[in-house]
């Protein structure tokens, strides 16, 4: 079965604290691409990072990274010094590889709210 | 310069009026979706075009129809408008069907059937 789990619902932080949002992932697939998208309050959903299986470097923009750990199916987001800006739901999806799938595996989202 | 558009950003009908939201990607992708996602944020999708061929036809109502006149076009049409309809629609295209590249979406449209 090809699942994406985001087990927190909603997080609540407070400015300049780091948070780390949980990706779980489920694929038989030994080919697949996992992703980030962000949505904040305004709306759109916005492309943040693509990762490929065969590629389990940790990823650093700004104040974001990504740990990627095939070992524990996990694909976990961190933003380090959060920020109100940072308010907003974060969705994890996966892209599985093989047979005749065609679509993203989205998780259900983490609301994150990042207070003054 | 906007990559994925659709039109209207915002649609109030009323119940059993039919609508259309229009979707166009400038991105040269060669397969589009529409989503629906709803007042818990849940994403579904329901249908996705690959050149024009409908590749992706999900559970929905067949009130809904898509509609394809070429790769970079992928409009929506819903008859018979029911409360249960109200939610923010998504058109998003990618490079491939298999969205290994990721999806480049639309504003979206937000929906509300009175």
């Known amino acids: 079965a090809q699942k994406v789990t985001q087990a927190q619902t909603e997080i609540s932080v407070v400015e300049k604290e780091d948070v780390t949002l949980d990706c779980v992932y489920e694929t038989r697939d030994t080919t697949y691409y996992l992703f980030w998208y962000k949505q904040p309050p305004s709306g759109e959903l916005v492309f943040l990072i693509r990762r490929n299986s065969f590629d389990e470097q940790n990823e650093i923009s700004g104040r974001y990274s990504w740990n990627f750990q095939k070992s524990t199916s996990s694909f976990n987001f961190t933003i380090t010094a959060s920020q109100v800006v940072d308010s907003a739901v974060y969705f994890c999806a996966l892209s599985p590889n093989a047979g005749n799938n065609r679509k993203l595996i989205w998780g259900l989202g983490t609301s994150l709210a990042v207070n003054p | ?114």
């Not at chain 2, 059993?16 to 939201?21: E, L, P, R, T, V």
């Open chain 2, 1 to 114: 310069d906007t990559a994925v558009s659709q039109t209207p950003k915002y649609l109030v009908t009323q119940m059993g009026n039919d609508k259309s939201i229009k979707c166009e990607q400038n991105l040269g992708h060669d397969t589009m979706y529409w989503y629906k996602q709803d007042s818990k944020k849940f994403l579904k999708i329901m249908f996705s075009y690959n050149n024009k061929e409908l590749i992706i036809n999900e559970t929905v109502p067949n009130r809904f129809s898509p509609k394809s006149p070429d790769k970079a076009h992928l409009n929506l049409h819903i008859n018979s408008l029911e409360l249960g309809d109200s939610a923010v629609y998504f058109c998003a295209s990618s490079q491939d069907p298999r969205g290994a590249y990721g999806y480049t979406f639309g504003s979206g449209t937000r929906l509300t059937v009175v």
